[in-house]
């Protein structure tokens, strides 16, 4: 299954639910930290967030495509 844009919510409860937590907010921009990662992954509040974006974030957070899929199911 490939991976569509997303409202910025969704992306945000997929984060969450991977142990990532709200840190702070800069502009438009959430950040969210986890413990054993150096870098924050940032999220734009945008009504559909591009894939490229996407997939970025789970590159920095080091997530598989699906692993991300199937936390968007549930």
Sequence with gaps: MKIT???????????????????????????YEKQ?????????MYKTIPVFIIKNNLRTAKISREEYLLMLKS
């Design 5 to 31: 844009p997303v409202h910025y919510k969704k992306l945000c409860f997929v984060f969450q639910k991977l142990g990532w937590s709200f840190v702070r907010q800069k502009g438009d921009h959430l950040i």
């Design 36 to 44: 054993g990662f150096i870098r924050p992954v940032v999220i734009p």
